[in-house]
């Protein structure tokens, strides 16, 4: 069986094709090198529609964008190449659309000779609402980065006072330190003269008890002064290892770092307990590299490790060995791979380890997400 080729698909698919199969990267090199409007700084907008044109006509671009296309999607192209009945194809266009890797399968579906017109106009139908879907997704995703950005804010602050607040009692112990150090030397030159006093009691004459009696107080004082001493030097060593404390979470926090936001607060030991991830690792694939950070520090909370990999297929390779590291794995639909996606669900068939799906890379996705997490 022949696929149809782009140039030969009805114009009513142009811009969606354009729109859900292509990145504008992706075009704007087929522009440089099939010297398009070279000179002249497009929008993206203009691209989109610049390629939309190109996609009836018969040219280098078009033929460029028909290759980039069909190797990128190379693999679900052989899986739906792989069956010929109409029925075939639509089961297998749903279970794309289930997994979200809906670029794919779309092209996979319009150029498949055996797909029927009631099954392009159904699959075309679907692909324009999930474009108001993901407009609806971005409007949602700002107003999220809003509440983070006040939180993050929020944080800073909090980072701020709880610096000034360690500097100043870290300068406060290191003078108390000082002073026990002073008032050690002091006891130590005291506890020395005694015991030379003591060796020194002129013993050889007749009464030896008023010399018994002087030897006696001189123990009694060094004894009272050693236990002094041994108090003060307990007291120096806590002191100095509240320091060491203070200065690790002093570096933590120059380095950027928050402390949890309920350690000083939390009074639910049964609360952190459901929330303990008990030291788990997640591996998070796909997503938005900017939120990964605030990502980590939630699951550092919870007691758990996370690692990333943003789900392209340029990084499958890195993907696999990652993938041994995790006890659990996290994957938003709208922002992945369906080479990744298919390398992941595979894995997970195999190993048994848990994987959760989410609708989209947003922070309360994630944290819905975080809930199926045992």
């Given at each position: 069986m022949f696929r149809t080729p782009l140039i030969k698909l009805p114009h009513r698919y142009s811009c969606s094709i354009i729109g859900t199969c292509i990145s504008i990267d992706e075009l704007n090199k087929i522009r440089k090198k099939a010297k398009l409007y070279p000179k002249q700084r497009l929008s993206d907008y203009d691209v989109h529609r610049l390629f939309v044109g190109i996609a009836e006509e018969r040219c280098y671009a078009n033929r460029r964008l028909q290759k980039i296309l069909d190797t990128k999607y190379k693999l679900i192209i052989r899986e739906f190449m792989a069956v010929s009945e109409n029925d075939a194809i639509a089961e297998l266009w749903k279970k794309h659309l289930k997994i979200g890797s809906i670029a794919g399968a779309y092209w996979a579906l319009l150029t498949h000779p055996q797909s029927s017109e009631e099954l392009l106009s159904k699959a075309y139908g679907e692909v324009h609402m999930l474009s108001h879907l993901k407009g609806t997704s971005i409007r949602v995703n700002r107003e999220e980065l809003k509440i983070l950005h006040a939180r993050n804010q929020f944080l800073k602050q909090q980072r701020?006072?709880?610096?000034?607040?360690?500097?100043?009692?870290?300068?406060?112990?290191?003078?108390?330190?000082?002073?026990?150090?002073?008032?050690?030397?002091?006891?130590?030159?005291?506890?020395?003269?005694?015991?030379?006093?003591?060796?020194?009691?002129?013993?050889?004459?007749?009464?030896?008890?008023?010399?018994?009696?002087?030897?006696?107080?001189?123990?009694?004082?060094?004894?009272?002064?050693?236990?002094?001493?041994?108090?003060?030097?307990?007291?120096?060593?806590?002191?100095?290892?509240?320091?060491?404390?203070?200065?690790?979470?002093?570096?933590?926090?120059?380095n950027g770092e928050n402390t949890p936001a309920c350690a000083a607060s939390c009074n639910s030991a049964e609360y952190c307990q459901q929330n303990d991830l008990k030291g788990k690792c997640i591996l998070y694939v796909g997503g938005r590299e900017k939120q990964c950070g605030h990502f980590k520090q939630i699951i550092k909370e919870k007691n758990g490790r996370l690692i990333h990999h943003n789900g392209k297929n340029d990084g499958i390779h890195k993907l696999k060995s990652t993938l041994l590291q995790a006890d659990t794995i996290m994957c938003p639909l709208d922002c992945i791979s369906h080479e990744a996606m298919g390398i992941i669900k595979q894995y997970c068939k195999k190993s048994e380890k848990k994987l959760v799906l989410m609708s989209r890379s947003s922070l309360s996705a994630f944290e819905r997400g975080l809930s199926h997490i045992e």
């Open positions: 701020e006072e709880s610096l000034k607040k360690n500097q100043d009692t870290l300068s406060q112990k290191d003078k108390v330190i000082q002073q026990h150090k002073k008032e050690l030397a002091q006891l130590q030159q005291e506890i020395n003269a005694l015991k030379v006093a003591k060796s020194s009691t002129p013993l050889a004459t007749k009464d030896y008890t008023p010399f018994v009696f002087a030897n006696s107080a001189i123990d009694h004082k060094i004894e009272s002064l050693e236990e002094k001493n041994q108090a003060f030097s307990e007291k120096n060593n806590q002191l100095l290892a509240e320091n060491h404390q203070l200065r690790s979470q002093l570096s933590s926090l120059h």
